[in-house]
């Protein structure tokens, strides 16, 4: 195929798939996109928002399978998530065909692209899948990926261990890494966390961070932290180190698996042994890429041993530093920012290309937008670019302002006059935005919930709502929270009986840490302490069903349908045993209920069949997957879900269950009661539906008319300065004072926190298409409810208009 | 949201000819089934067969029966850790069985004693063939297509039909095949095998899927329908090659009497077959989407199995037995009291 059937076969392929052909004259920024230049080995794409970069990024790996011949599995093409790598595989396939047919059409022969083969998905994923396939210690090994639910069960359970039992690294967690102030300050703010989700912080960053920028570098001492070399922590690189091996060993021994961030460490040492496995490098949203999967993508570039036969590696990203949104997981916008200079220092061709035409935002939008990013991050924290609109003005820039209460009803008013009702497709589609879409209790105060707030507004509408980020899947209404007591209640009731010491009834269960309290349990006392997160699941829920403090064998609720559930169990916890004792003098078979049987059996009962095609429904699927979580994990037990459940009777009849019983119900425990559990994604529950969202998660997405709220949250300096010392670099001035809290001096670091802040108002309004209205309730009380300053300073001088609900109505236009 | 809905053929399109109410709250709800009997033996012999093409590959010999043997007690940990269950009792006995597929003189079963594996023995010469004639092994296909006319996909526009070829041969000589599946019915694609012989010659492609069950299964006119559609969608990625001349259905279970070769079902191609497969599949597409739509409407009402008449058929009653659904299943609940029967701990 010659270069110019290429060209006119894709602009027929454009046009195939509905999309209009693009402009190939000189200047134009597209072609010098997609064609492959062989002088050039790394090729940024700057890509403002709506600007089309994914179809760019498509076309760029069509031009090289066709165009450049190289084959399929040796492009790499990856992206964050695994939906956005699931999209560009469809896209993918869809463009491939469409260039086939259309090339076939016009009498062009066209090669077998083979584009099953191009290795599409996310770092973590490809990571896994290249070390299995070409690392044959990794394969042999067959460690699997744990995800990142997983990855919490068993910090927890690492944690519990150490709680329960191993002194030297708790001592090195709880003295060395968070027990100076300054690092309690910066790892776990005002003491509010758990000691285990600091340290899986820490953890993260030392691996994400220290690992690829101070460690292992030719030539050089590996570098300490600057907590420890410039701000006193003494010890703290070296006890990062050990508790990180700590965990790996237990990851490796135990469910025998990998976390995201030990998988992409585990590459990176490896990476040698692949360079000449891969031709070309494609990264989707580079802007989000942390320090350890850039040094994996810079790698490829500079790991000496590539075939010299070979021809050169190429690295091709796009990306938008304006639109880098998750320091907070670790990534660090100065990746992308950097990659012109590590080219220049390591001599490799380098070129950017600026896609800077807005296709998807009306002109006021995108003007508005353009400037707040301007006025909000700081410009040294931000590439030279420009975004111009490609569509009208279309309609202004609204702030409205009033009561939230009232603010919500106006919204629910537009949906409804746009269309949305329960059954019935919208006319436009519309979303409100939030730094926050919790419908518990807690983010914007003890009682404040504004997501909530709104879904009452619309549900009062006849408006579906969907927010999958509500987090009430572990509320103890949910059908995760419902099955978990059960099961905890089959195993370790909890009951009330009277203290022999004080005549008091006291709660007591099997699993409890009181000697005196678990002998007089129902149940014989494991020989070990799990965690004892179900028995809390397991008190909320009877609270809810049979009243405070209603515990014991013979409680009932008003429900009969729960109480067909604890009849059922009840039985089964004294029948299972028996079986059991049978089985073991030869008079019986070998009983075969499993854990996994029994929740398939509790699920059938129509305390929980009866939830109908609801997210109650879809709550026990997620249940299903959590309970898996909990046991299948433990290969090295080789206990798997579907073992029987063991369990004998001691001499007075109580239930003695297995070890490995205990062992499940503590880990899905503290995975309940200890995890912040989000919603299912249910596609078809969002079908018409009008979403809440957070900011985060409408990265990627776009809708017809936005609304966008909560945009005051305060400039939270902790990451930025958790980048800087895990580089190695010190915080000037940096303190803690008496009552922990933290103290700089570094302007530099305001900055570069004030600018995550805005690109996280800016991702959010970006995302419309045709209005843009922007929500505040200046009485709400809440901080982050309060106006974002920059959006109050465009707004500050234009006229106000009251509506007929007395909402003040401030329009931007360009 | 994505306008996109993706479709695994075996997973999605058989598992819901199968029984809609296990695939709605399996695979559309998610309530992950507990066991999977059967599965064990399936995802070995396809383990093996992709292990033994990649060291062919790599070393351009055949491995020996024994060292099969150890990556296959290997994958049987990992996959029974994973949940995978087996129809049989023992680790030994499914990895011999797994085996003796691959080198049939070198696996015995004496009575009332564990398998014995020896080195010596040659591997079967159809296994050889599938090795080393393999174009693809594990050749994925990702096929996009727009959503017909009515569907019930709420806001969805287009379908990600997914698969995963077995193994594409090119042949490098003449292979004869004697049984061939006959098509009398074009449209719906059923027919009957017939004992027949045809013969391939060099060039030819074909398309071969392995299944772990024996060829007197009652779902093989479903699996005719995958194996067509497979090789309608390869041809569609792969213009270029000449079509291909037949698919191949490869019955792994051992036979009793007889070679493997006993065990192949060749299923002659032509363009015309392959358009109709693509429509029978589109149309099950549909179906899926009309279950789904009655799934919202009332999840309890879900249609049970493909046997009719009330009950479900005496095939799909050996899967519902390990069914995680079945203990609300009235229709099986129908012959199937016991089963159904949640205070029953000797069955899980």
């Known amino acids: ?814 | 949201m994505s306008d996109v809905y993706q479709v695994s053929y075996t997973g999605d399109i058989l598992g819901h000819r199968r029984c809609p109410r296990a695939w709605l709250y399996e695979r559309h709800v998610g309530l992950r089934p507990y066991e999977q009997v059967q599965a064990m033996e399936g995802n070995l012999a396809h383990f093996a067969m992709e292990w033994l093409t990649k060291h062919y590959r790599k070393h351009g010999t055949y491995p020996k029966a024994t060292q099969l043997e150890q990556e296959m007690l290997k994958r049987f940990s990992v996959l029974r850790s994973r949940g995978i269950r087996s129809e049989f009792a023992k680790k030994a006995e499914v990895v011999a069985r797994v085996v003796e597929v691959v080198y049939p003189q070198s696996v015995s079963f004496p009575k009332g004693a564990a398998p014995v594996i020896v080195e010596t023995g040659a591997i079967d010469p159809i296994v050889a063939k599938c090795i080393s004639c393999a174009l693809h092994t594990e050749y994925e296909i990702k096929h996009v297509r727009a959503l017909p006319a009515g569907h019930k996909f709420s806001g969805k526009k287009q379908v990600l039909l997914r698969g995963i070829l077995d193994l594409v041969i090119q042949q490098e000589d003449s292979m004869e095949f004697s049984r061939v599946y006959e098509i009398t019915d074009p449209i719906n694609l059923t027919g009957s095998v017939a004992e027949k012989s045809i013969k391939s010659v060099s060039g030819d492609i074909e398309i071969w899927d392995y299944k772990a069950s024996k060829p007197d299964t009652p779902y093989i006119h479903d699996y005719v329908r995958q194996l067509l559609t497979y090789a309608a969608l390869y041809h569609r990625n792969n213009p270029e090659e000449p079509l291909p001349a037949r698919c191949v259905l490869a019955f792994l279970r051992r036979p009793k009497k007889g070679t493997l070769q006993d065990h192949l079902i060749a299923i002659p191609v032509t363009q015309e077959l392959l358009d109709h497969a693509e429509s029978w599949t589109m149309g099950q597409i549909t179906g899926i989407g009309d279950s789904i739509s009655d799934f919202i409407a009332s999840p309890a009402a879900a249609k049970v199995g493909t046997g009719g008449c009330g009950t479900v058929d005496k095939e799909l009653a050996k899967q519902c037995t390990a069914c995680g659904q079945r203990f609300d299943c009235d229709p099986y609940a129908k012959g199937h009291v016991g089963d159904c029967d949640r205070s029953r701990i000797d069955k899980n």
């Not at chain 1, 596609?683 to 809440?692: G, K, N, S, V």
């Open chain 1, 1 to 814: 195929m010659t270069e110019v059937e290429f060209w006119r076969v894709l602009n027929k392929s454009l046009m195939r798939v509905g999309r209009k052909p693009l402009k190939l004259s000189k200047g134009s920024p597209e072609p010098l996109i997609i064609k492959i230049d062989p002088k050039v080995q790394v090729l940024r794409i700057l890509a403002g928002p709506g600007s089309g970069k994914t179809e760019m990024l498509v076309w760029r790996v069509l031009y090289d399978l066709i165009m450049c011949g190289t084959p399929a599995e040796r492009i790499l093409l990856t992206t964050f998530t695994r939906k956005a790598a699931e999209e560009l595989t469809v896209r993918l396939s869809e463009r491939a065909e469409a260039f086939v047919h259309s090339a076939i059409k016009m009498g062009i022969t066209v090669p077998d692209l083979k584009i099953h083969d191009v290795r599409i998905g996310t770092i973590h994923s490809l990571c896994d899948s290249l070390l299995s396939e070409f690392v044959d210690a990794y394969y042999q090994q067959d460690i699997r990926l744990l995800d990142e639910l997983e990855t919490d069960l068993h910090l927890r359970k690492w944690w519990w261990q150490q709680v329960v039992g191993g002194t030297q690294v708790r001592n090195l967690a709880n003295r060395t890494v968070l027990g100076a102030p300054i690092s309690r300050g910066l790892l776990r703010p005002n003491n509010w966390t758990d000691a285990q989700i600091s340290l899986g912080l820490a953890l993260a960053h030392h691996t994400e961070t220290w690992l690829p920028r101070c460690s292992g570098i030719p030539g050089k001492p590996d570098q300490h932290n600057a907590l420890e070399s410039h701000h006193g922590v003494s010890g703290l690189t070296a006890a990062l180190k050990t508790l990180q091996e700590d965990w790996t060993t237990y990851l490796l021994d135990k469910p025998l698996a990998l976390d995201f961030t030990q998988i992409q460490a585990q590459f990176l040492d490896c990476q040698s042994m692949m360079l000449d496995q891969i031709d070309h490098v494609y990264v989707d949203e580079f802007q989000d890429t942390n320090p350890i999967q850039y040094a994996i993508h810079f790698g490829w570039l500079t790991t000496p041993g590539r075939d010299p036969d070979l021809p050169p590696m190429r690295l091709t990203v796009v990306g938008d530093d304006d639109q880098s949104i998750y320091r907070f997981r670790g990534s660090d916008v100065g990746c992308f920012m950097s990659l012109e200079g590590d080219c220049k220092k390591h001599k490799i061709p380098f070129r950017q290309e600026i896609l800077q035409n807005n296709y998807r935002s009306s002109g006021n939008i995108v003007s508005f937008s353009q400037a707040y990013r301007n006025s909000a991050i700081p410009a040294k924290c931000s590439l030279k670019k420009v975004v111009t609109p490609v569509k009208g003005a279309g309609a202004t820039v609204r702030l409205i302002t009033g009561p939230w209460d009232d603010l919500c009803a106006f919204v629910a008013k537009e949906a409804q006059k746009n269309g949305y009702r329960r059954g019935s497709k919208p006319k436009k589609e519309m979303a409100t935005l939030l730094f926050s879409a919790s419908e518990k209790a807690g983010r914007y105060g003890a009682s404040a919930k504004p997501a909530s707030d709104l879904r009452a507004a619309l549900d009062a509408a006849n408006i579906e709502v969907a927010n999958p980020r509500n987090k009430i899947a572990g509320l103890t209404s949910s059908h995760v929270h419902t099955l978990t007591a059960v099961l905890s209640w089959f195993i370790d009731p909890l009951t009330r009986p009277r203290n022999p010491a004080t005549g008091k009834p006291k709660r007591c269960a099997a699993g409890f840490r009181d000697d005196s309290m678990a002998a007089m349990a129902p149940t014989v006392r494991p020989s070990w302490v799990p965690d004892q997160g179900h028995l809390k699941v397991q008190a909320q829920c009877w609270e809810l069903f049979c009243g405070k403090n209603n515990l014991g064998p013979t409680v009932r609720s008003s429900d009969p349908d729960f109480n067909e559930v604890l009849d059922y169990l009840a039985d089964l916890r004294d029948t299972l045993p028996k079986a059991w004792v049978k089985f073991d003098v030869g008079t019986s078979k070998k009983p075969r209920l499993t854990l996994a049987g029994l929740v398939a059996r509790l699920i059938s009962m129509p305390l929980f069949r009866s939830a109908g095609y609801s997210m109650e429904l879809f709550r026990q699927a997620m249940f299903t997957e959590l309970s898996e979580t909990a046991i299948a994990a433990s290969r090295s037990t080789g206990f798997s879900i579907d073992d029987p459940i063991e369990v004998r009777t001691d001499v007075a009849g109580k239930p003695d269950w297995d070890s490995r019983v205990w062992d499940f119900i503590g880990s899905l425990g503290l995975m309940v009661a200890g995890s912040s559990l989000n919603d299912p994604e249910v596609e078809t529950l969002q079908q018409h539906a009008f979403p809440i969202l957070t900011f985060h998660q409408s990265k990627g997405l776009e809708y017809d008319e936005i609304y966008l709220a909560a945009t005051g949250r305060p400039v939270d300096s902790i990451p930025v300065i958790l980048t800087r010392v895990f580089s190695g670099d010190p915080v000037n001035g940096l303190k803690v004072d008496s009552s922990g809290d933290l103290f700089y001096t570094d302007p530099d670091v305001d900055d570069w926190a004030r600018a995550d802040a805005a690109r996280e108002i800016y991702v959010a309004m970006t995302r419309a298409k045709d209005r843009l209205t922007i929500l505040h309730d200046p009485d709400h009380g809440d901080r982050f409810m309060a106006l974002d300053d920059t959006i109050a300073s465009l707004f500050a001088k234009l006229p106000e208009k009251k509506t007929k609900d007395g909402l003040i109505i401030q329009e931007w236009k360009v």
